[in-house]
């Protein structure tokens, strides 16, 4: 238990902690964002919408963040689309992305974009059950590191290979840089 998880309006000035053997190389959090190597994943689902990834070195557990010369890990940046209560008193949310297929680190899900002083509930998304605020809501963004490497494809059901059938784009349309 963290002191962000014991008083949560300390998450006003102080960033939730992270687990450095579960992100990427030169990840740091701040009250809003976690930056990686330099790159705001704000600013990356700003630039490439949601769901995104950024993958980089993957960092040696038990180095205090020293990266692997020959692993990599992702992480995704997904919306929120929906939350309804269940029944048990937790939270269902759905987002635009889907973190089953993949090897999602769902003990270190934060919330970027905002700071929430309320304390953390049990949320579902999909199979997984997370840690988020209890005030999350539409709109808002999570991002969860992953082990090892994901493809776009495995985290946004629209460009799972079956999708590709139907081109979005014209022909003569420059590619994008975010795989849109």
Same mark, same amino acid.
Request: charged share 20%.
């Given at each position: ?14 960033? @939730?902690?992270? @687990? ?19 790159? !705001?994943?704000? /600013?990356?689902?700003?630039?490439? !919408? ?17 990266? !692997? ?6 992480? $995704? ?20 992305? @889907? ?10 899900? /934060? ?6 002083? $309320? ?39 629209? /460009? ?11 022909? @003569? ?8």
């Amino acid at each position: 238990m963290t002191l962000t998880n014991l008083l949560p309006t300390l998450r006003l000035t102080l960033p @939730d902690p992270l @687990d450095r053997d579960r992100w990427p190389e030169y990840t740091t959090a701040t009250t809003q964002d976690v930056v990686i190597a330099g790159v !705001s994943l704000l /600013r990356l689902a700003e630039w490439c !919408s949601t769901p995104c990834l950024h993958t980089a070195a993957a960092v040696i557990p038990g180095t205090g963040g020293r990266p !692997s010369e020959t692993e990599l890990t992702s992480v $995704v940046v997904v919306r929120v689309e929906a939350v309804s209560a269940r029944p048990d008193g937790g939270l269902a949310v759905r987002i635009d992305g @889907d973190l089953d297929l993949v090897a999602a680190v769902t003990a270190e899900a /934060r919330l970027i974009g905002r700071v929430s002083t $309320v304390r953390n509930t049990r949320v579902r998304i999909g199979a997984a059950m997370l840690e988020l605020p209890g005030d999350v809501r539409a709109g808002d963004l999570v991002t969860v590191p992953i082990a090892g490497v994901a493809r776009l494809h495995d985290v946004d059901p629209r /460009r799972h290979p079956a999708a590709e059938a139907a081109p979005t784009a014209t022909p @003569d349309a420059p590619p994008s840089r975010c795989g849109r």
